[in-house]
């Protein structure tokens, strides 16, 4: 099962960068898209971003077909994870006999598979950047096969630096959140800021552009103009004032979440 939740699974062995495993996947191996079924894929906002433009859509059409709302453990912050169907397998909506519909834009859980990636600590300050671990399930085949891989290679050739750099901030978040005592709670519209940042980035560009947002939130010029053309701008926008927004004054906002808030 493909699981972005370290806390989910005991892991075996703990892999830095350069510990090396054998796997690879291909069309002929007997399990081809075996892992793509009965899965809990955790979607992180630059998944979403790709994932939507993939499919012509909006983040709001998107999340309301291909998401299921979840509360993270051990956070109690609004996440998403992608929509099973309700086929006797619960495949994802993306798999087909001949592989992923959607490759050049799969989710990071995707890309990382089968290795499983936990974080320890936030970034600031934190000496520990957490560690990997392999998800070896009796299912996949792909460890008898002979391909040497190091955690680094196989994260630059899935693409996951980039997604990892791009959701950096968001993944910050969701850690420092974890490591707040259980008493200290989040309001519902802190929730909803959360939510609307990290995922539904259509909503947020309007709560930016045609609200007060931008007289309350002074920006440079060039600012603006970055957010306005460039989606994947906008988003890192977005978590970094979510950051400030959250948690100001070291404290998890048991504020009032700024007015003009949808
Ligand atoms: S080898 Fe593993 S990752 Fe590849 S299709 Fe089979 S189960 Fe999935
Ligand atoms: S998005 Fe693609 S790779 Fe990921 S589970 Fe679905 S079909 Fe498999």
């Not at 892991?11 to 399990?31: A, D, E, M, T, Y």
């Not at 397998?89 to 050049?104: A, Q």
């Amino acid at each position: 099962m493909i699981s972005n939740d370290a806390t989910a699974a005991i892991p075996p062995v703990r892999l830095s960068l350069k510990n090396q495993f054998k796997f690879r996947c291909h069309p002929g191996i007997s399990c081809f898209t075996r892992c793509c079924r009965g899965i809990n894929i955790m979607l992180t906002p630059y998944d979403i971003l790709r994932l939507k433009k993939r499919l012509g859509i909006s983040s709001e059409e998107f999340l309301k077909i291909y998401t299921v709302p979840q509360l993270l453990e051990k956070t109690d912050l609004p996440v998403v994870t992608l929509r099973l169907l309700d086929d006797p397998d619960n495949s994802c909506p993306f798999v087909r006999e001949d592989g992923c519909l959607v490759y050049d834009d799969r989710p990071t859980t995707c890309r990382y598979y089968p290795l499983g990636v936990a974080a320890l600590s936030h970034q600031q300050g934190s000496d520990d950047e957490g560690f990997y671990f392999l998800i070896d399930e009796p299912h996949c085949r792909g460890f008898e096969e002979e391909k040497v891989w190091s955690v680094e290679t196989w994260r630059r050739d899935q693409g996951v630096d980039v997604h990892d750099e791009l959701n950096a901030e968001w993944t910050d978040l969701l850690v420092r959140k974890r490591s707040f005592p259980k008493s200290v709670e989040l309001t519902e519209q802190s929730k909803q800021m959360f939510f609307m940042a990290s995922y539904n980035i259509d909503q947020f560009r309007r709560f930016v552009f045609e609200s007060s947002f931008l007289k309350r939130h002074p920006q440079a010029a060039e600012t603006v103009e970055r957010i306005r053309e460039d989606e994947i701008a906008l988003m890192q926008f977005g978590l970094r004032w979510l950051k400030g927004l959250l948690f100001r004054a070291d404290e998890f906002a048991r504020r009032q979440a700024p007015s003009g808030a949808p």
